[in-house]
Each structure stands twice: as C-alpha cells, then as structure tokens.
Nanobody, 113 residues
Framework: QVQLVESGGGSVKAGGTLRLSCVAY????????MSWYRQAPGKEREFVPG???????NYADFVEGRFTISQDSARYTLYLQMDSLKFQDKAMYYC???????WGQGTQVTVSS
C-alpha cells in the first residue's frame, strides 16, 4: 500500500510562484509513474503534467511552459514547480500514482488577480 501526501499549496497573486510536493510513503514502485491533476469548483478533475518511469514528461496544453514536474531520484517525492500563475490556475491539486492507481488528498492553490 502507498500513501500520497501533498503539500505546498497556498495563496498567491497572479504572476506568483508555488512549488507543490507529493511524498509517496510505502512503496517506491508506486512512485515510478506519477501525475498531477487539478479540480476547480464545479469542474471536472483534469490532468496537469505526468512523469514516466523512463523520465519522460508530458504536460497539458494550458500549462504553456509555466509548470515543471520533477521527481527525486529515489522516486519518493514528486514536485510541481508552478511559475507565472494565473487566476485560472486556482484549484485543488492532487498527485496520483499511475503505477498503483492511488490519489493523494489534495492541496489547495488560490490565485488572486
């Protein structure tokens, strides 16, 4: 079993920066392929970026080069560096272990204009 715990959310002004973290407790395999998702009020949960076991990354189109997904070498911690935040980025952000089909509890990101 793996437990995913996110942190790093908060409130920033538009143009600001946040760095989210997600620690995978329990099973390093579950950290091999992971993703970030987000869900805004009244909207469906949507994919943001993902990282595969071979290190390849893919991003949702709306990221437009503003976010960077990374992972520590032991695959226990997943990061999401978010720069140039927009009001539209306000949402609950979740990490997901694609390898083990597990979700974290989420961390709130609020962006004020």
């Amino acid at each position: 079993q793996v437990q995913l715990v996110e942190s790093g959310g908060g409130s920033v002004k538009a143009g600001g920066t946040l760095r989210l973290s997600c620690v995978a407790y329990g099973d390093a395999y579950c950290g091999s392929t992971m993703s970030w998702y987000r869900q805004a009020p009244g909207k469906e949960r949507e994919f943001v970026p993902g990282i595969r076991a071979d290190g390849r990354r893919n991003y949702a189109d709306f990221v437009e080069g503003r976010f960077t997904i990374s992972q520590d070498s032991a695959r226990y911690t997943l990061y999401l560096q978010m720069d140039s935040l927009k009001f539209q980025d306000k949402a609950m952000y979740y990490c997901r272990s694609d390898s083990c089909n597990k979700w974290g509890q989420g961390t709130q990101v609020t962006v004020s204009s």
